[in-house]
Each structure stands twice: as C-alpha cells, then as structure tokens.
C-alpha cells in the first residue's frame, strides 16, 4: 500500500529554518500528474509571474512554449522527451519548453540567458505552486528534435522542458523505480557547502 498525496506531501516538505517562506519549504517535483486541464486565467498567471523575473540589462530573453494537451505544440514537446519521462510526462495537461536569446539585443553574446531563463523558470514554478499546481522539469529531451518540431530559431538555447498541473496519487505511477522516487524524502546539501567566506570556507552565519 503506497501513501496519499497528503502523506507524501508531509515527506517532501523541506525542514528548514524559521522565516524561509513557507512556499519554498513545501514546493516539490512530483511525476505523478492527473490529467485535468488547467484553468487558463491560472497559466497566464504562472506566465505573468515568469515575465516579472529579473535579468541582466532587462534583456528579458526568455520564450516559452506552452503545449496545452490534446495541441500540436503539446504532441510535440512531448515526442522529444526521451527515458522514462515519456512513462508519466504525458499524464500532465501542460508542457512547457523553455528557451532564451542567446545574443542580447546591442547584437553581443548574452552569457547570462540561460541563467536569465532560470530565474524566470523559477518565478514560474513557485507561482504554480501558489496556485495549487504541480511542476517538474526535465533536462531528459532530444534537444535538436524539439528545436526542429517546433521551428525553434538557432540563435536561441534550450532550457528544460515543465511539466505542469495537479498533482495525482503516487499509486497511479506504475513504474517501481519513479514511485520510489515519488515517496523518497527530499534532500540538499548542508548551508555550509553551499555558501563560504572564501573558497571551501563555510560562512559564519549563525
């Protein structure tokens, strides 16, 4: 017998220090998904939320393509998924593919647009989490299939692909492994591997 969503959701909540929002301690990456469409005034909230990310110069160089189940721009997001992320992805209403401008708009190279991308994308999940919606992002996509299915200009990088909607019943992931997966605990790395007072020192932050 595997857990509820309210059981795993208890799992994956982040024990964190006091004051960290609490939507950061409670967003996670499930693979279940059920298949109900997502309101749309919803999405273009998690897009609008996405637009208001910060970037270097303002170059705002993030595109998003959104594939609502049952499009053309879905049928093809989804056929470029590779692995096992083609077992479950498809359970999700929404996939998204996130892409930026590699050159900033004075014509020179933008180091920073996938890191630009990033923020964005990161502005986007937290949203659909305060909506109530699921996201999990995936690096495993043939990036050159999805860039000539969807006629994706060269001069422009691939970030990850989002799956996007509600959460549904670990149960209904029938692959052992991803259910495994689903019901693990989440886990980072200590505060002091991460933030250092100078290379390879932790800072003191206590």
Known sequence: MTLSIDEVNQIKYADTVDGVLPLLRQRWSPRAFDSRSVNPIDLARVFEAARWAPSSSNEQPWRFLAGIQGSETYSKIFSALVGFNKTWAGHAPVLILGTASANS????????????????????????AALGLATHQMAGYDHEAARQALEIQADYLLGSVIALGYQAEPATLENEQLLARELAPRERKPLREVAFSAWGTPADLA
């Open 105 to 128: 708009s004075n014509g020179k190279p933008n180091v920073y647009a996938l890191y630009d991308l990033g923020a964005a994308t990161s502005n986007l999940t937290l949203q659909a």
